[in-house]
C-alpha cells in the first residue's frame, strides 16, 4: 500500500485505489467526472498539527482560518468545530461566518476595501478587530464604533516589502505622526494588533524570516513613538500540508521565537490566519481523458475556470485507472476551455499509454479552485465529503445552483 500525493487518505494498492478507505471504483460508479472531493479528516488532522507545533512554542498562540480559501459551509463548519477562528474580507463572508456559528471574539475582519456596511456589522456583533490597510479607515471606523458605542480593536497590516507589494502600510514620519494624531483623537478604537502577510505558496524559510524582519522592523519603529501592540498577525502562506511537512514547520516556529529573541521586543502574542495548509490537500479532482492528441497531450474534463492558475495549487496528476503503471513518461495537460492558453500542466510525469475514458485524480485542489472560478459555460461539478467511509453530497449543481457567497 502507497500513497497517493503523500496524502495519508488516497491510498494506491496495487491496481486500486482508496479514497479515506473507499475504493475509487465504488464513487465511480455513483458519480460522473468531474467531480470535487473533500477529505474531512485530513482537514481536522492539518488544523491539528498546525496547532500542536504553533502551541509548543508560544502561549495563547490563535489561528483564523482565512475563508476565502474555500468558503463551501461543509467545510467552514469543520474548521469552525475544531476551535479555529475565522479570517473574512468580505461583508458575504462576515454574514457567513457568523451563520455558521464562528464566535464573534474569534471572528477578524480586513480587507483593503472597508465598506461601511462591513464595518457596521462588525461593530454590531462585537467581532474581535478590523484590520485597516490605511491609516485613514481609523476615522471611518472611530465614527460608527461611537454610534454603537463600542471601543473597536484594530488590527495595523503593515507592508510586507515583498518586492511591489500594493498592500498594507508602509510607515514613514507623516504616517507614524497620522497614526499618533488618529489614537490620541479616536476614542472608540484601540490598537491592538499588526499583521503582515508574505505571500502564498511560500515554501522557502528566507520568506517567513523576510515576513518576521518586516513585522520587527515596524514594531521596533512604532514603540520608539510609543505605540505597542499586544499581538502580532503572521498571515498565511503556507503551502499544502502534503508540500510542507511539519519538520519545516516547526523551523518557522523556532526562528519567529529567534527573532524575537534576538531583536529587543518582548514576545508578543503569536497568531496567523492560514487557508491553504488547512484545506489545500484535502480536496481533489476527479476527472476523466475526453480526448489524446498528438504530441502526448491529453485533454481532461476539467480545466482552468473549475481548476484556475491564479488559485496556485500545487496540482498533481495520477491515472488513477492505470495506478500501478509507471508515472515516467512526459505528457501535456490541457482542459476543456476551447483557447489554447487552458493548460493545466506541460511535460508532466504520467502513464505511457495515454486512453481516452481513463480517470485522472488531480490532487492538492481544495484552496482557491472553488473561490477563483469562473463561469464558464460548463455545469459545475458535484461536491462530495467523505469522512470515515462515509460519502455526503455537499453540493449538487441540478439543486443548489452555485456555491458562491450572497
Ligand atoms: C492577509 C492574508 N492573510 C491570509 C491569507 C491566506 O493565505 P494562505 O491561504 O496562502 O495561507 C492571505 C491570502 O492571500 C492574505 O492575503
Redesign the pocket.
Known sequence: MKNISGNPYLIRNNGEVLIDSIPLDKIIEKYETPLLIFLEKRIRDNIKSFVNIFNEEFENFQCFY?L??NFLPDICKIVCSEGIGA?VVSLPELKLALKLGFSPDKIIV?SPYLQDALIELSIKNRIKEI?IYSIKDLKKINTIAQKFNHVQNICI?VNSQKYESK?GIKFDEAKIKLLEKSISTYENIKITSI?S?F????NNIEQFEKNIKSLVFNLELLLKHDIFFENVNL????PEATVMDQNQLKKIAELIKISFKKSNLKCPKISF?????FV?DSGLFLSKIVKVSEDRWIFIDIGNHICPKFARCSLRFYNATQIAEPHKYKTSIAGIIPTDQDVLAKNYFFTQDLREEDNVIVTNTG??CLTFSNRFPYSLPIIILIEGGKIKKIFDPNFDKDFSLN
Not at 199 to 202: R, S
Not at 235 to 238: N, R
Not at 273 to 277: F, I, L, Q, T, V
Open positions: 482565512s476565502k480559501a479570517k480586513g484590520i497590516r498592500l499583521l502577510h505571500g502564498t505558496q511560500m498571515g498565511g502562506g503556507f490566519e492560514p487557508g491553504r495548509y489545500g484552496a482557491y
